[in-house]
């Protein structure tokens, strides 16, 4: 993957990456992917009403994408203390490469061009560059088939003795391969904490 800067920056409204409460004795990694998908199991659907929207633009994309916020205003809790002259500027960065919609075939090209985006905003790091391609990626159809290894997903992925910048699915256990690249992200970022549970 291409980029070399290392800052590090629930439904429709957002999720945090806090860890689920529950007990966590004698849990299995089963058990906490099925409580992950009982809570998450729509919520990209649900997040591609809002990001993916057809009826936008692709100039319109792109600004719903990088400034963060749904349509009550309120912004993404992943960017909410990222300041939003900086998102703003991330989106005219974008803006000025001139780059259209038909020019990206996979998610990888889409997360690449966005990572460069933010290596140029001082103040935009992995997350926000994950989050905007994720977004950009529903409005193009375009979804994650590597594991981005950001944030508190890489913690969770630590776990497993599995690090860098990316990893591919097969290198998960089965129980998180079955759940595909975009929830397995998500998974790792939330149940970090439960999962060491696994490994006492």
């Known amino acids: 993957m291409s980029g070399d800067c290392k800052q590090t920056s629930g439904k429709l409204g957002g999720h945090s990456c806090d860890s689920n409460p529950a007990s966590q004795n ?3 990694l089963a058990d906490w ?10 919520y990209y659907q649900d997040q591609a009403q ?12 792109l600004e719903r994408a990088w400034l963060s916020r749904f ?5 993404h809790r992943h960017q909410y203390r990222v300041p939003s002259n900086k998102l703003a500027e991330g ?4 803006r000025h490469d001139g780059k259209q919609a038909q020019q990206f075939k996979t998610f990888a090209e889409l997360h690449d061009w966005v990572e460069s985006v ?4 001082k103040g935009l ?3 926000t560059a994950y989050d905007v391609a994720q977004r950009l990626g529903m409005w193009l159809n375009l979804a994650p088939d590597l594991v981005y290894l950001h944030a508190g997903t890489a913690k969770g992925a630590a776990l497993f003795k599995i690090t860098g910048k990316t990893s591919f699915l097969s290198f998960f256990p089965v129980e998180i391969q079955k759940i595909g690249a ?3 992200e998500n998974f790792l970022c939330i149940y970090k904490d439960n999962l060491k549970s696994l490994f006492k």
């Not at 992917?33 to 729509?42: I, K, P």
């Not at 349509?71 to 912004?75: E, F, L, M, P, S």
Request: hydrophobic residues 30%.
């Open 71 to 75: 349509a009550d205003g309120k912004k």
């Open 26 to 28: 004698q849990r299995t």
């Open 182 to 184: 975009s929830h397995a």
């Open 33 to 42: 992917v099925n409580d992950y998908l009982g809570d998450f199991g729509t």
């Open 125 to 127: 790091g992995e997350t």
């Open 118 to 121: 933010t290596c140029r905003v």
């Open 50 to 61: 809002w990001w993916g929207d057809r009826t936008l633009t692709w100039d319109a994309a």
């Open 91 to 94: 989106l005219n960065v974008s």
